[in-house]
């Protein structure tokens, strides 16, 4: 039996028909039609799949869509619009254009989930250390960059979020976004 | 991989949910974090007819401190454990347990209440709640009851909580006195679950004695348990280096120990040994 579900999406209300045995990641990429997120594993173990829920990081394999009925999602399409314009660099957000920048990426598929654990990470530790950067992305893998550049994309835009004093990129600026779709205040 | 077809229902209070579940009998299943009981039902290892989703309840929220406890509600989130300075405060250990789960995302929607229901025999946080001697508190269609730790875990993903009730909130009491306490864990270097997790607590008399040592273990038997004949090894001695190797020879005493492709029988016991003497030279330098 399908229901309906009704949702924020990228700062804009969302629905869709869904049985409730739809996992997030199908709802987005086949009912909404974002395909940004990616599934990679399909068993709780890549990250691929990962998408800001209400602000916080979490693999939309193992999240039903009607679990997110009523609440706040970010996909990778909605990254950048998460900051003011001022913030973003060339209209990306920091992360992703540090990712560019320093060849964070080859085939790009763990890209997007790597960047909404990566927003997580960064909205609770504005300055992390490399080992710190690491441990937070335990839950993403890569099967092509050997992670160093990763690291050194991560480290980039958190030097340039501090800089433009946009210290929330995941969290709270989610939250207000999904917050402000609605008509509530944040 | 998609689960089988189920029912769906988002319990909108703790009554509604416990009503849920007593007319739909003992096949239903609660939902909370998601991240044992999804993983289960993609691969078909569990089909219930029914899910009622307790995820969203507020009154199943939040760490309250109390005059001698602090009590720990359900749908606690292994990130709030690992963050909260609540938490830091009165219980290192469960902090660094909480955080040495899994990854972030997994951190973020999994709970307190049900990493211990689902008991898996490698997750963490029962070794903690065992060395804590948390009560756990269960709601049913007969009212409250509470369960203290030692009593709740008796299998692989058997507890002792019935068909209808459910997990609401987990009572620590306050540690006392010089009192110190540690969590080391051999993750699985693919799941990142405890093949050892040994969760210590050292209470030291004035003149340096152990006056009390609790150590829960988990990852190495059927179920965590406690380490009870290796506390008792160390009551009233000086917590030096051939007080804790005589204690920890009696990590396993009475323990049927796993053995699977990763560690033999053998080597866990001899892993489980390795982190209760490391968890009690870290508990009793945290207490000194
Ligand atoms: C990739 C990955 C890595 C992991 N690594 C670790 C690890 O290193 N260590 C570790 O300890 N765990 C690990 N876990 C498991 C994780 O801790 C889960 O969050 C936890 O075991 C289950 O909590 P949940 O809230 O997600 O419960 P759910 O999956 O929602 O439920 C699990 C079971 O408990 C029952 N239940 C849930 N809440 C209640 C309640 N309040 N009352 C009664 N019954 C209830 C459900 O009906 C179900 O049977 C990992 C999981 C994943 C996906
Ligand atoms: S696809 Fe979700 S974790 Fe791999
Ligand atoms: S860039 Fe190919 S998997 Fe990471």
Redesign the pocket.
Known sequence: MEVTVRLTVNGQPAEGSAEPRTLLVHFLRDTLGLTGTHVGCDT??CGACTVLLDGRAVKSC?LLAVQAEGRAVTTVEGLAALLPPEARVEGLHPLQAAFWEKHGLQCGFCTPGMLMTAADLLSRKPDPSEAEIREGLE?NLCRCTGYQNIVAAVRLAAERLRAAGAAAVGGEAALAAGAAAQGGAP | MIPAAFDYARASSLEEALRLLREAGPEA???????????MMKLRLAEPPLLVD?GGLAE?SGIRLEANELAIA??TP?AELAGSAQVAEAFPLLARAAA????LQ?RN???I???L??A?P????PAVVLALEGRIVLRGPAGERVVPAEAFFLGPLTTA?EPG????EVRFPLLEGRTGTAYVKH?HPA????VVGVAAVARLAPDGRVEEARLGVTGVGLHAYRARAAEAALRGRRPDASAIEEAVAHATDGVEVNGDLYASEEFRAHLCRHHMAQALREAVAAAA
């Open positions: 709780s173990q193992t839950g | 299943k609660l939902l909370a974090g998601g991240q044992s009981l999804l993983p307790i199943l359900a749908l292994h040495g789960i899994g990854d997994v929607l999994g709970t209440g049900g990493n229901v689902h898996d490698g997750s963490d946080l909580i009730e459910i997990l609401t993750p799941s990142g679950y405890a």
